[in-house]
């Protein structure tokens, strides 16, 4: 009965392993579809969506079973809710990656958002790829100098989200008649700081494993 | 022991119709903060959120405890489990409703966002406390019929969403000059959108209680 719950316990981090994964991608590809107007690699992380939605759903009732089965207690209870967790925010993650690919899609041929911007938003998409690659390798390997290198990566962003809204306030008169550039770069920047959000949220979850350090946010 | 548990479970069920009531509230001057610009009353939604945060919090401290504790199958695990998520969306619509105050008290003593779009924003002011009451009478009553009510409602409040986005889109013109009411109209409409769509995820979230039906959303 043991050996059969740990080999629970394994398929769970495996599969949080995999979409961890399947969320790179998506990051990377929503990213350069979002860079150079790729309307088919937009097409592709939209449709790959609905992967990493089933794909933590099935790890959701993993879980489920093995609360329900195995009443696991102290530590491993403590992985199994994380788990949980975890996983809902790995969903959000592939989520916003489908989001910033419909606003490439959308305005295919044009950049999404004022040209102004194109180099804040490369630094964005480079910021969320490299968030989603060290909780890829944080999930794989559990090594807690990646979870304060995620948490602290966090005010980068913040202040690249900042340096958006304050280009767009302060270009009004160069932006008259891009109503809907300014849409998309508010959204876009929203998305890419949500990202992030979920990105620092699955680091304190992680170390709160590690240590069960409360995980205020 | 068996009485200890069914009062904790009591204790979890009362919790979350607390934080409800707090979301309702918050959602409620936050829409009167936004549509009158007042700002003390916006600093009060601010300023009662961590109130909402450390409310769900202890509910899931609460709910890690149970599981710990009381190992509970069946039913009783699906309501410890159901019950996490459910605070955790709650969480989310207190902040969503703290954001849409924050863009209140941003742009005083202006309306946020262009005039043409003050009635939309008044609809939409106006269906996410419908959302938000339905919610905390749901949690308290548990009636079947909300449930039906507030996932039916998320259509009126997508089309809304999408008269907004086109409303700006098509006011290109008129626009010419007000990027800051363009960048406040879309995040507070994306902020109005995901606050229902929380309610939504509660609803199906409590059907899947109440028969064990998938949560597909």
Partial sequence: MRE???QELADVQNGLVEVSRGVLEAIRNATQAFQTSDVSLADKVIGNDINIDEQTARIDDLTVEILLLQAPVARDLRFVVTTMR????????????????????????????PEGLR??????????????????????????ALI????????AIDDLHKEVLDYLTAHTDDLSGQTAQIVDATLANRYFERFSDHAVSIARRMRYLQDGAPTAE
Same sequence: chains 1, 2.
């Fill in 4 to 6: 059969v719950f740990q």
């Fill in 86 to 113: 975890i996983g809902s925010s790995l969903e959000r993650m592939g989520d916003l990656a489908a989001h910033i690919a419909q606003l490439a899609r959308l305005r295919f041929p044009e950049f999404v958002g």
């Fill in 119 to 144: 180099e804040k938003f490369v630094r964005a998409g480079e910021l969320a790829c490299a968030q989603a690659e060290k909780i890829a390798a944080l999930l794989d390997t559990e090594e807690e």
């Fill in 148 to 155: 304060d290198d995620i948490i602290s990566s966090d005010d």
